[in-house]
């Protein structure tokens, strides 16, 4: 269980204080899948930071009763002098996993073969994204944050992430930001909508849709 | 909790299922695992895999060492008139000079480049610092050893007469590498000009550190005042433990045992603060 307690974020920007999130209130239990919708800028990335314990709220707190991911498919966390291996090397020591166990999954789902061995800046995006989604499936969560990953990679990749997400590990919960309202559709079950930094939660992902769509028509 | 809009869970707000605390030895675990991870990855983006790889970390500060020992020699910049050879003079200054320099200039601006690490929630601020000390330490405590066999075994200094007190000053030199990094590495990612200030900062500081002069050289007036410098206790304790009884040394532990405890304490009232001002960004 991860119980997010009152979190209420500010940004201080030139223009004086904004509020990116009030007082958010939601707890995900094992197993469920979570999806948030919101505009850009709604606050939804913010909003996985702090779960993932990244960021620090303004005010409230987030419980975690089980392990948390690091919003998948985030790159900035590479050291692009370092090559795939020794960052893949680095995550294992951080989360105490098994590097020679996870190896052949991540040279099998990154499909980057020699690429493995080279720098990580040399990568192209995409490859980025395959080696960063590789990392987070290797090291094994009770709970994926899942930010926009259908905005990177092609149809290929997407599928692979399918498989392991939501066939091989559908016994995880998950927490899936979206704007793609066909996305969370398919893969919850429940929504959240992010308006104007408060959240709207519904039991019911087609009403959740459909108050989004009449919120941001 | 009122105006929580939260449809999903109403029934289970008045959750109270045990919050999973992390114990003491837990977190120090996960701490020790994060600061390793940190050090080899260190080790690898500086030095590589090529050639001799990790033995950089302490054949660089070997490398200076010697060769100041070998121009000290050059100059004779001590006529030995203190009971103690131009070498050990130079080994047991320099030595320390190269410890604390690497250590905390290291640590300057060393949170901004790893920022994207601060993702994994293990990783702290705290531990970027920690990390880089460590390596430096363990860089340092090595060439020093190193160093000392070499020149023995050369036949150009004698062992210590009083290995303890030596060992005691260095110990003491690394609890105040790890004080003023922690206070370096918060400072520069506060402000951009601290860094730049610092270098200079560092090295006038080098000439008053103990490592080019001993106490009793100096005209009294001017011995109190340099029994204040933190680092002076260090190298008069590197000295007497050297010498032994053939040299007079004005070492101060206690005074700077007090120091070190209150940069320590400084030091991580600065990590953390800047451990929440990142998270708050």
Redesign the interface.
């Known amino acids: 269980m991860i119980k997010v307690d009152g979190v209420s974020k500010i940004y201080y920007t030139r223009k004086g204080p904004r509020r990116v999130l009030d007082n958010i209130c939601m707890e995900i239990r094992r197993g469920q899948k979570v999806g948030i919708l919101g505009l850009n800028g709604a606050g939804k990335s913010t909003l996985v930071r702090i779960i993932s314990g990244a960021e620090l709220p303004s005010s409230g707190a987030v419980h975690h009763g089980m392990s948390v991911s690091w919003p998948l498919a985030f790159s900035g966390a590479f050291q692009g002098s370092l090559s795939g291996l020794d960052n893949l090397r680095f995550v294992c020591r951080v989360y105490n996993a098994d590097y020679e166990k996870s190896l052949p999954f991540v040279e099998e789902f990154s499909e980057l073969g020699p690429y493995l061995r080279e720098p990580v800046k040399k990568y192209s995006s995409g490859m980025v994204a395959r080696l960063a989604f590789a990392l987070s499936i290797a090291v094994d969560f009770d709970c994926f944050l899942i930010d926009e990953i259908v905005s990177v990679g092609d149809s290929r990749f997407h599928g692979k992430c399918h498989t392991e997400l939501f066939e091989k590990r559908k016994d995880r919960a998950m927490i899936i930001v979206s704007h793609n309202s066909g996305y969370i559709r398919e893969h919850c079950d429940c929504a959240g909508v992010l308006l104007a930094g408060r959240l709207y939660m519904f039991d019911n992902v087609d009403a959740g849709l459909a108050f989004y769509d009449a919120k941001s028509a | 909790?009122p105006?929580?809009?939260?449809?999903?869970?109403e029934k289970?707000l008045s959750?109270s299922?045990p919050?999973?605390q992390t114990s003491l030895a837990r977190s120090l675990v996960?701490q020790a695992?994060?600061i390793?991870?940190?050090m080899?990855?260190e080790v690898?983006?500086r030095y590589g895999r090529d050639n001799i790889g990790f033995m950089w970390v302490f054949v660089e500060p070997m490398i200076f060492t010697l060769g100041v020992t070998a121009l000290w020699n050059v100059y004779e910049i001590s006529k030995g008139e203190s009971g103690m050879s131009v070498t050990a003079l130079a080994w047991t200054g320099y030595s320390t000079v190269m410890l604390w320099r690497n250590a905390t200039s290291r640590c300057a601006k060393a949170v901004e480049p790893n920022?994207?690490?601060?993702?994994?929630?293990?990783?702290r601020v705290l531990d970027l610092f920690f990390s880089r000390v460590i390596l430096e330490i363990l860089g340092g405590t090595l060439s020093t050893l190193f160093v000392g066999l070499i020149l023995m075994g050369a036949g150009l200094i004698v062992p210590p007469k009083e290995p303890v007190i030596m060992i005691g000053g260095w110990f003491l030199l690394i609890w105040y590498t790890f004080g003023v990094g922690m206070i370096v590495g918060a400072l520069s990612e506060r402000w951009e000009a601290f860094e730049r200030l610092y270098h200079p900062v560092m090295y006038f500081y080098l000439g008053i550190s103990g490592c080019f002069f001993m106490v009793d050289w100096l005209p009294s007036s001017l011995q109190r005042l340099a029994e204040l410098v933190p680092t002076v206790t260090v190298t008069e304790m590197m000295r007497h433990g050297y010498a032994g009884d053939a040299v007079h040394t004005y070492e101060q532990p206690g005074y700077l045992c007090v120091f070190c405890l209150l940069l320590t304490i400084s030091g991580l009232l600065l990590a953390r603060q800047t451990q929440?001002r990142i998270?708050?960004?």
Do not use: S
Request: some cysteine; aromatic content about 8%; proline content about 0%.
């Open positions: 909790m105006e929580c809009v939260n449809t999903v869970n289970t959750w299922a919050r999973r996960i695992r994060v390793y991870a940190l080899m990855r690898i983006t920022l994207g690490l601060l993702y994994h929630k293990n990783v929440e998270g708050r960004h």
